[in-house]
């Protein structure tokens, strides 16, 4: 059974951090493509940054010098460093795991952790 747990949202001030952590079971971990989405109150999910099996990352142009994304294939985790945070930061973050096959893709997601930054 696959499971993707996030962890590690909450209320932040403007200017705060936040480290986000996706633990996950069921998957070979360190052959998926792993990501970071949003979704704010009445907007659609968006990617916030990505990292492929071999480690390279990619982020969104609104988060860029801000979050950092970084995985570990052994102990099978996700993270998400979110700095200087603002108010459009706000939203429920959610953890991706893709690996696209020769038939079909494997497509998992976890439940999200919310991430408010209001003063």
């Known amino acids: 059974q696959v499971q993707l747990a996030e962890s590690g949202g909450g209320l932040v001030q403007p200017g705060g951090s936040l480290r986000l952590s996706c633990t996950t079971s069921?998957?070979?971990?360190?052959?998926?493509?792993m990501a970071w989405y949003r979704q704010a109150p009445g907007k659609e999910r968006e990617l916030v940054a990505s990292?492929?099996?071999?480690?390279?990352?990619q982020s969104a142009d609104s988060v860029k010098g801000r979050f950092i994304i970084s995985r570990d294939n052994t102990r099978k985790i996700l993270w998400l460093e979110m700095n200087s945070l603002k108010p459009d930061d706000t939203g429920v973050y959610y953890c991706?795991?893709?690996?696209?096959?020769?038939?079909?893709?494997?497509?998992?997601w976890g439940q999200g952790t919310q991430v408010t930054v209001s003063s």
């Open positions: 991706n795991a893709y690996l696209a096959g020769e038939n079909r893709a494997n497509d998992y």
């Open positions: 990292i492929s099996a071999g480690g390279s990352s």
């Open positions: 069921g998957i070979t971990f360190r052959f998926y493509k």
